[in-house]
C-alpha cells in the first residue's frame, strides 16, 4: 500500500498503478479483449462495456486496499468487494463473484480475510466516476472508506456471511464453467455416438 502515498490523488495513483503493472495508459479500458493468466492457464473474454466500467472503480479499489494484482491478489478484491457490496451493479457481482468462487480454490485464507476486512469498510461503487473523484486524496479515501482499520474482529454474523457468500460464488464458479464445458462435452457425445 505504501507505493501509493497518502497525498497522491487518486488519478495520480491510478497512473502510476498502470505503469507497475503493464496495463497501458488508459488501463485497457477500451481493449476488445480482456487476457487472465494464472500459470499455464490462458484465457480471454469480451471486455465490455459494462466490465470496462467496473474496472475502472476496481483499479481504484486495488490502489486503496493494497490487493495486488496477482490471480491471488484477484481473489481478495473480489472477496472484499463482495463483502461491502456491488451496490446495483450486475457487472461487479458477477465477476467479483467469480474470482470469489475461484479463491476459495487458490486462496482460501486470503479471501477469508479480504472478505472480513471488506465487512468493515466501504466502497467506491456509490461514487459518481468524474473528475471529483479522481482529484481525491489516497489517504482522505483509505479514511473515508475504513481502510485505515488496522485489526479488525470476526463476529459470528461476519462468519456466517462468509459462508453464505462463499457458497454462492462457488455455485456462480461451477455454473460458468459448465457453460463453458457445455459445448466440449456435446462434442464428445456426438463424436462417440458416431464412432
Known sequence: MAIYG?????????????????????GGYNDTWVRVEYGWMRFY?????????????????????????????????SAWDIATGCTANYAAWILNLLGFGFGLLINRRGVYR????????????VYPFDDRLLSSKVGEMRCLLGLDKQSIRA????????????????????????????????LIVVFRLMG
Open 155 to 186: 463476529e459470528e454474523a461476519d462468519k456466517r456471511a462468509f459462508m453464505l457468500w462463499a457458497g454462492i460464488s462457488f455455485a456462480c464458479l461451477l455454473a460458468t464453467y459448465a457453460l463453458l464445458l457445455a459445448p466440449l462435452v456435446l
Open 114 to 125: 479480504s472478505f472480513m476486512r471488506g465487512r468493515y469498510s466501504l466502497n467506491l461503487y
Open 45 to 77: 473474454f469480451p471486455n465490455t462495456r459494462a466490465r470496462a466500467s467496473v474496472v475502472r472503480y476496481h483499479d481504484l479499489h486495488h490502489i486503496l486496499t493494497g490487493y495486488s494484482t496477482t490471480m491471488p491478489g484477484e481473489t481478495e478484491i
Open 6 to 26: 497518502s497525498e497522491m490523488t487518486l488519478l495520480e495513483a491510478r497512473t502510476k498503478y498502470f505503469a507497475l503493472n503493464g496495463f497501458g495508459v488508459d
